[in-house]
T-cell receptor
Framework: SQTIHQWPATLVQPVGSPLSLECTVEGTSNPNLYWYRQAAGRGLQLLFYSVGIGQISSEVPQNLSASRPQDRQFILSSKKLLLSDSGFYLC???????????FGEGSRLTVL | DAKTTQPPSMDCAEGRAANLPCNHSTISGNEYVYWYRQIHSQGPQYIIHGLKNNETNEMASLIITEDRKSSTLILPHATLRDTAVYYCIVRGMDSSYKLIFGSGTRLLVRP
């Protein structure tokens, strides 16, 4: 069966520090991968999606970047965090055939 | 992708059916209706999706009107664990595979 792993689960970072969140999917090949963010009390915002290795599409201009170095690995990064980067970050995967999204457990980032 | 409109909040009594409406009046012929829910501090969970026929699974039923401009998600016997934010999303199969979440409906199941 397919599983998705996302880490770290929580982190507290100072403003200006770098960020790296990692997501891996097991049990499937060539998934579509997504990064969403949810600010406190707000809805889910799609940040990036990828339909293949090295293929990244950005939905909103921001302080973050994404990379997909391997088929089932998706990384969210920042060189210098801002206070507004705080939030709940969710990685998800899907297969073209169904369109269903399967989400990880999320990473809660607090920037101080 | 077509925009959806949902009431911001609803409530129902435990054991009763919860009927969550969604308007998607600009939906096009190749766009599907998806429903997800998000329990506090967790990732969203897929519930059901459909194109034009009514659908049912172990979690819920999806009723889509004949003109496809609205739909209703039915939880037949709501439990306290069904308290969550429910998202109705319309998406075409050719729209870069992404799902855009709106504000959703916050459902409170009362004991």
């Amino acid at each position: 069966s397919q599983t998705i792993h996302q880490w770290p689960a929580t982190l507290v970072q100072p403003v200006g520090s770098p960020l790296s969140l990692e997501c891996t999917v097991e049990g499937t090949s060539n998934p579509n991968l997504y990064w969403y963010r949810q600010a406190a009390g707000r809805g889910l915002q799609l940040l990036f999606y990828s339909v293949g290795i090295g293929q990244i599409s950005s939905e909103v201009p921001q302080n973050l970047s994404a990379s997909r170095p391997q088929d089932r690995q998706f990384i969210l990064s920042s060189k210098k965090l801002l206070l507004s980067d705080s939030g709940f970050y969710l990685c998800a995967w899907s297969l073209d055939s169904t369109g269903e999204l399967f989400f990880g457990e999320g990473s809660r980032l607090t920037v101080l | 992708d077509a925009k959806t409109t949902q009431p911001p909040s609803m409530d129902c009594a435990e054991g009763r059916a919860a009927n969550l409406p969604c308007n998607h009046s600009t939906i096009s012929g190749n766009e599907y209706v998806y429903w997800y829910r998000q329990i506090h501090s967790q990732g969203p969970q897929y519930i059901i999706h459909g194109l034009k026929n009514n659908e049912t699974n172990e979690m819920a039923s999806l009723i889509i009107t004949e003109d496809r401009k609205s739909s209703t998600l039915i939880l037949p016997h709501a439990t306290l664990r069904d308290t969550a934010v429910y998202y109705c999303i319309v998406r075409g199969m050719d729209s870069s595979y992404k799902l855009i979440f709106g504000s959703g409906t916050r459902l409170l199941v009362r004991p």
